[in-house]
C-alpha cells in the first residue's frame, strides 16, 4: 500500500492552512472523502436522483437499483448473511438508538440487566442509561484496570442470567484498542443475552466479519470510513430484526395504513421510515469499493504501523503521557502534555498545519476513570504518511517550547 499515491486520491488534503501543509490527524472524528466517493454522489446527483422505491420512471428505478446495491455491498462488506440484515441509518449513533430503544425495551423488565464498559462512547452509553430507566432494568458496568482496558474475567464475573444485552466498542475511539468481541459474544450467548458491538472505529481500520465474530448487532458510520456525512449501518441478526418495533413511524416503512391501524413492511425496511439517505448510501457504496479495492488487511496494517511509530517517537518526549496500554493500538494515540490543556496543544499544533483532537472525545466516564477532564488525540488513516507523523512530532516540540517560554 502506498499512502503517498493514496493521499493524491483525496483533493482536500493538498492544500496549506497557516502556509504549512495540511497534515489530517484526526480520521477517528471523521475521516477525508477520496475523488472516487466525491464522484459517486456527484453523478447520482446529476443523472440518477429521485426518490427510490416508488417511481415506475427511470430516475427513481435507477435511484432504487443503487439505493439496494448499495445495502447488497455492506452485507458483503461486514459478512452479513443476507443484506436483509443492513438497516440504514444516520451514523452509528441512530444505530445503537435504534437497538437501544426499541430491541432492549422490548427485552428488558424490571431487574433484568444490561452490560457495558466505562470506556464506551457516549453514543453507547446514553442510549442505554435511556433504555434502563424506560424498563427499569440496571446498568451493570465491566470494571477496568489502570490502563482503561478490562480483563475477560472480569466480563465473566459481570455478566448473569439477569443479563439481557451486552455491549462494548469494537475499537476504542481513546484508548484505540480493540476488544475480546468474539469471546464477549460466547459470554453473552451462554447466559441467554445479546451482543451489541459499536463498530464506528474499527469498519474502517479492521476486517470485520460480523458472522465470525458472532455478534448480534453491529453498528457503524458512513463517515468515518470515507463515505459521506449522515449515513450509517445497523447490522442485526435476521431473527432479531423481525421481532423488533419500528421506532420512526410514517411513509416507506408501511405496508397498509388505516384510521385506526398501520402495519410495517418487512425488516430492513420498516426502519427506514422516510424517504432514506439515498447519495449517502451511494456515497458509501463507493466508499466500500475504494476501500476493498486497497485492501482492508493492508489498510490495517499501514495504521498500525504508523500508530506504533508515532507512539514510539511520542514517548521519547519528556512530560508526555499516553494513555491505554501499550500494545495494539489500531489507528490512534491519545495523550497529554503535562500541565498543558489539551486544547491548547490543538491550537498550537493548527497553527502548524496539523489537525488534531482535543477534549474529552464523548467519553466523560474514561476521562474521569484516568482523572482528566480532556486529552489530545492524534488519530492515523490510509492516507496518512510517516512524514504526517514527523510534523506531529515537529509540531509538539514547537508547542513545548511555547509553553516553556
Ligand atoms: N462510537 C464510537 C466509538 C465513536 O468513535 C463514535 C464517533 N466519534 C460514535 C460511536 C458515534 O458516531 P457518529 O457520531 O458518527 O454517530
Known sequence: MNATEIRELFPILDQKIHDCPLVYLDSAASAQKPIQVIEAV????????????????TL?????????????????????????EIVFTRGATSSLNLVASSFARMVCSEGDEIVLSEMEHHSNLIPWQQAAKASGAVLKYIPLKSDGTFSIEDVEQTVTNRTKVV??????????????????????????????????????????????????????????MCAPTGIGVLYGRKALLEQMEPIEFGGE????????????????????GGTPIIAGAIGLSAAIRF????????????????????????????HLTIYGPTEGRVGLVT???????????????????????AGHHCCQPLMNHFNVSSTARASFYLYNTREDVDRLLFALQ????????
Not at 291 to 316: C, F, N, P, S, V
Open 42 to 57: 456527484k453523478r447520482y446527483y446529476e443523472w440518477d436522483n429521485a426518490n427510490v422505491h416508488r417511481g415506475v420512471h
Open 60 to 84: 427513481g428505478m435507477r435511484a432504487t437499483d443503487a439505493y439496494e446495491a448499495a445495502r447488497v455491498a455492506v452485507a458483503r462488506f461486514i459478512g452479513a448473511s443476507s443484506e436483509r
Open 167 to 224: 455491549t462494548v466498542s469494537h475499537v476504542s475511539n481513546v484508548l484505540g484498542i480493540a476488544n475480546p468481541v468474539k469471546q464477549m459474544a460466547d459470554i453473552a450467548h451462554k447466559k441467554g443475552a445479546v451482543l451489541v458491538v459499536d463498530g464506528a472505529q474499527s469498519a474502517p481500520h479492521l476486517k470485520v466479519n460480523v458472522r465470525e465474530m458472532d455478534c448480534d448487532f453491529y453498528a457503524f458510520s458512513g463517515h468515518k
Open 253 to 272: 416503512m408501511i405496508d397498509r395504513v388505516g384510521l385506526q391501524d398501520a402495519s410495517w413492511k418487512e425488516a430492513p425496511w420498516k426502519f427506514e
Open 291 to 318: 476501500l476493498e479495492q486497497i485492501g482492508l488487511d493492508a489498510i490495517a496494517e499501514h495504521d498500525r504501523q504508523l500508530t506504533r511509530y508515532a507512539e514510539e517517537q511520542m514517548k521519547r518526549m519528556e
Open 335 to 357: 495523550f497529554n502534555m503535562g500541565q498543558i490543556h489539551s486544547h491548547d496543544v490543538a491550537t498550537v499544533l493548527d497553527t502548524y498545519g496539523v489537525a488534531i483532537r
Open 398 to 405: 514547537k508547542t513545548k517550547e511555547y509553553f516553556r517560554e
